[in-house]
């Protein structure tokens, strides 16, 4: 990976998740009948060589620097000064993917309603560093607002969780 | 007419009244600025209010609803890069890097005033074609979908600033997003991996959910602070800023207003697109703007709020007219007049002018006091960006994913929400436009639908798009649209060449 | 005055939301399996009040949208429930029977449904546009060589199915032009030409009479070719029943309101009682006639019986039902 600056390669992973993707999608397209393919394959051998030009202006080269001038009016490097300098470690990324993952996860098993306080009480204790007053305030607030708006005054019934469907009512 | 007007006015005009178009107005808000509830929703969930009421009295208070739900979605839009309701995902564009620069108060100041000004030009314009409507829905048939939407898709090239490439990219992204699901032509179910929720598609509403609203959080997460970055201008943007940049870029919201009733009148388009080929077109006319578009313009916060306050009047034009919704809001209203025992249609036109008339009135007065309740309301409202993000992210995240939720009581939407958010977020990370991504997930089916229609009626003959007039102006404003910006520029470069060997 | 305003609007959505709230463990939740402002929708809407009504005692009949898998997943998640009569549905038929009859996957089977009662029906009308359509009377159609464009909704939908079992019937091989999300967005595409002919529902036609006397009805944007009856035709044109063709008359719909199968028989009488009586109800007949739907009330013994006569009368056409849905 030398072709590529070293802050640009998590740029170009994420450009090959899209390429992967874009074969996979592909792939699938040919199970269908002419009728229902026609179109998506259009699009799909389309974005080939557009990632793949994409994939140029982040290596060190020429061309690289020519089809980004073409396309942006912009070198690699100007674009570089543009983007936004935020520090942003992966690991950092990691661990916010997971809260809301878990989120998603915790709502999926037990519900919204419980979920929400939870959530809202965990996050500003331990990553917002507030008192637990002002944490379970909030987090009761969120509550009552959710509660009060859904289940109360538009009848929602909010789902109840996976556990709830299997052995409740 | 002149006779039904005032019946109308005479209807609106008692203390009843008044407090069931306040109260219309007052839920449209806040279904329109949380995420996921939408105007569809409100007027769906107050049809046993209305069981009660008089038909000319369920009209005002489903007029109110609708006509302020959008501008309640531009507050959070602004002020959390979510659009409330899915049309007013342009408005995010420009509306939340104006909140991050601390002119949150601004920005909605305007998109309210553009909201105001955008709904009753479409009123008017609705009362204007009532003789002619007929004719200009029928004038859109499936080839010109299909250019409508070609144009619509070009917006792209426009949209993305200096990241043609990438922007590219997300909207083929988009465009196989929007693949998934059972297509109509055929009947087939594709790319939904053999996963139930998938066969209807992926829902625009849950994924733009994920993609601003979520993502946004995270990114905020990983970042630290809050969402003004310049809390220091808080103070100094003021509301009024915001009304009267409006009326000085009153040709942005008149041409705002023209896409939202066009569009908004023909049937299955919607006030997204209209939204969105306002915001492009507006970013063409434009060329040298003093702010980058996507940048914090306020023009691109006006562009769209207009049009896509405009369109309820636009979108009335084939109820009328045949008695078809232009929107899944006007479908609902229909669902309310047919409970009332009024059949929809020419007919109401005919036998209930009145009735239409106090809905025109109703909806005039509920976007302009909609718009009132924002403009007294917005330097509060803006506060918001100033809370911390440990405040605002648990809050945030938890009443979006229980609106992605909502609309249609399905827990894997929730799931789709983070995905998307997890999509997003990488899209905000390497500085890939998320504008793109909405306008072909928007634009993709309808593209491939109406050429597939095409192909069907015409035996297969390519040659219709060139020989209908309203298909070969819609192309000439496509090629247009893509090459006059490309001009503009070598113009204005051959300009500065000229100018700089001038003073040498 | 604002003030009074907001503490009025607030006081509103209390009052709502507490008035909801002590009756909520007795509600019954009335599906519907497409989305809002629908035929479904409306129906549903109507009946719920009314079926509050006959049941009496305090029990709450909350409509709720469940859209998806093209009403799949409404009937799915209905037979799913535990069989207490808490939760209903107007079912779709012949729409919710097709995947029972080409052997498509679905969790439920229309013929061991725990049906209450028949609310409505409807019969079709083969419609053209009256500024584009070559074709002024049904003859035309039967001795017209080319194909003909017939505007539709996605292949295996109701109308589609009814479509092609009728021109199967005449020996016309249609040619669908597929892709309208409604029936009502179809019949825009027949008056603006972009095909000769389509299916209508005879209550949704109504709305294209532009006149009101009985005799001199005026065809302004849609024109009646053919009717699906054995009685007399109501729009003066040839009907199938008249043309010879009586086995299409079950051609149609039928809006059935269901529960979990293995209901208590007690709680489905009560129940089916209710229904019935709400589908009776003078209230809803003259709605159904102000807004052009066909109201047309069946007992629980009735509509079951009625369900097992079009299971069986559309399995005859399975070939071509199955031919459309894998086109």
Known sequence: ?169 | MFESLIIGIDNLFSLNSILLLMAGSAVGLLFGAIPGLGGTTAVALMIPLTFGMEPFQAIILMGGIMAATSTGGSVSAILLNTPGIAPNAATTFDGYPLAKQGKAGMAIGAGATASALGGVVGIISLVAVIPIMKEIVLLFTPPEFFMLAIFGLCAIAVSSGDRLLQGLITAIIGLVVGFVGLYDITGTVRYSMGIPLLEDGIKLVPALIGLFAISEMINLAVKGGSIAEDTSSIAISRVSDGVKQVFKNWSTMLVGSGYGTFIGAVPGVGGTVAAFLSYSTQVQRDPDPDVEYGKGNIKGVIAPESANNAKDGGSLIPTLAFGIPGSAETAVFLGVLILHGIEPGQKLLVENEPLVFTLVVALTVSVIFATLVVLALAKYMAMLTMVSVNVLIPTVSVIALVGAYALHTEIGDVVIALIFAIIGYFMIRFNYPRVTFTIALVLGTLTELNFDQTMQIHDGDMTVFLTRWLSVTLLILTVLSLGFPTFRKKVRERNRRREAEASK | MLSRLVTGTAAAALAVGASLLPAQAKNITFLIAYGPGGGFDTVTRKLAPLIEKHLGGNVNVVPKNMPGGRGKKAANYLVNRKPNGRNLLIFNMPGHAMPNIIGEKADYDVRTIDWLARAAEFKYLIVTSARAGKFKTWKDVTSYKDKIKIPMTAPGTTGYLATAILMDSYGIKPNFITGYKSSSKYALGVIRGDGDLTILAKGSFRKYITSKKKNRQAFKDLRPLLEITNGPSQFGVETTGSLGKKELAVLGGDRMIGTTPGTPKAVKEKLANAVFKAVSDPEFAAWGKKVGRDIAPLNAAQTKAKALELFAYYSKFKSVLAASVKK
């Open chain 1, 1 to 169: 990976m030398k072709l590529i600056p070293e802050h640009r390669q998590p740029t170009a992973w994420f450009l090959l998740a899209i390429l992967l993707t874009i074969v996979g999608f592909i792939a699938v397209s040919y199970t269908y009948k002419p009728n229902d393919r026609a179109f998506p394959l259009m699009v799909g051998y389309t974005a080939i060589p557009i990632i793949l030009l994409d994939f140029l202006t982040l290596t060190k080269t020429k061309i690289g620097q020519k089809i980004s001038v073409f396309f942006s009016a912009k070198t690699p490097e100007q674009i570089d000064q543009d983007a936004d300098t935020t520090e942003r470690s992966l690991g950092k990324e990691m661990v916010v993917f997971l809260w809301m993952i878990l989120l998603v996860l915790g709502i999926y098993l037990f519900g919204f309603l419980p979920i929400t306080p939870v959530f809202v009480f965990c996050w500003m204790k331990y990553r917002g560093a507030y008192s637990v007053r002002m944490s379970l305030y909030s987090a009761f607030c969120t509550l009552a607002f959710i509660y009060i708006l859904f289940e109360i005054v538009l009848q929602y019934e909010l789902y109840a969780g996976i556990l709830m469907e299997i052995y409740g009512s």
